[in-house]
């Protein structure tokens, strides 16, 4: 994770014009709720049993966890899983752009806030967490999200 922090005005601007590469960086406090993430029907509410499933993939509970968790209505083309918040984590982890400790660090709100913006690059895929097929990325016009908590957003 960069170590960059972004201000709500920044992210904004991000957003509207996106940067050459996907990049994660540290916010103050408070910008993810402030962000204009997208809403359902496009972002649905993890589920208590999806929430314990990311949990035991953190070796946390899921008190611990900063949510609620939303993610992008999804279901794997594959296998048939509906994806979670799990599938970007254990992608996220298993591709090398954020260690467990760190992740799990940031999704029970230890480590402050984070985003990850996508850049005109595509932004990064996401496997099943029970196949490994890739999942479709979401394209949306303007800003969007394929994931947030309290602590953490893809936008």
Same mark, same amino acid.
């Given at each position: ?10 992210? @904004? ?25 997208? *809403?359902?029907?496009?972002?649905? @509410? ?6 314990? *499933?990311?949990?035991? /993939? ?35 982890? *298993? ?48 800003? /969007? ?6 602590? /953490?957003?893809?936008?």
């Amino acid at each position: 994770m960069e170590q960059a922090q972004l201000t709500l005005d920044e992210v @904004l601007e991000y957003v509207k014009n996106r940067p050459d590469t996907t990049r994660t960086y540290q916010v103050p406090q408070g910008v993810i709720a402030a962000l204009p993430l997208s *809403e359902p029907p496009h972002m649905r @509410l993890l589920g208590a049993s999806e929430v314990q *499933e990311l949990a035991d /993939y953190l070796d946390t509970s899921p008190s611990s966890l900063k949510g609620p968790f939303k993610v992008f209505d999804a279901t794997c083309s594959s296998c048939g899983r509906r994806i979670t918040f799990l599938d970007f984590a254990k992608t996220a982890v *298993e591709r090398g752009m954020h260690a467990k400790e760190a992740l799990r660090d940031v999704l029970t709100g230890k480590n402050g806030e984070w985003i990850t913006i996508r850049g005109r690059d595509g932004g990064r895929p996401v496997a099943c967490a029970e196949c490994g097929h890739a999942v479709p990325r979401l394209k949306m016009n303007g800003s /969007y999200s394929e994931y947030s908590s309290s602590s /953490y957003a893809y936008a």
